[in-house]
Nanobody, 114 residues
């Protein structure tokens, strides 16, 4: 599947943003859907993962602030980001399937600044 991201942009510290990742085809048979973020010169970091049965794994750095969800009927993955901090500034990418062999979205810049 092809993944198209939307959302993101500029937020103030403490603010909220929602990222959306729309798939071109069905995601019902894709177990893991994920969000990663990456800064220049750094390794891509897992932010949140959700399985087809709704189980989630959230990175410690964003636990309690970020929520991942998916709507298989709409073939869409979401990342709700609350209580944003400047250190959340990064390029966020969605993934369907696996890190090494799955599909990736185009990336969305999230900037948290006052």
């Amino acid at each position: 599947v092809q993944l198209v991201q939307s959302g993101g942009g500029l937020a103030h510290p403490g603010g909220s943003l929602r990222l959306t990742c729309a798939a071109s085809g069905s995601i019902s048979d894709i177990n893991l859907m994920s969000w990663y973020r990456q800064d220049p010169g750094k390794v891509r970091e897992m932010v949140a993962v959700i399985s087809n049965d709704g189980r989630t794994n959230i990175a410690e750095a964003v636990q309690g602030r970020f929520t991942v969800s998916r709507d298989n009927a709409k073939n869409t993955l979401y990342l709700q980001m609350n209580s944003l901090k400047p250190e959340d500034t990064s390029v966020y990418c969605c993934n369907a399937g696996s890190y090494s062999a799955g599909s990736w979205g185009q990336g969305t810049q999230v900037t948290v600044s006052s």
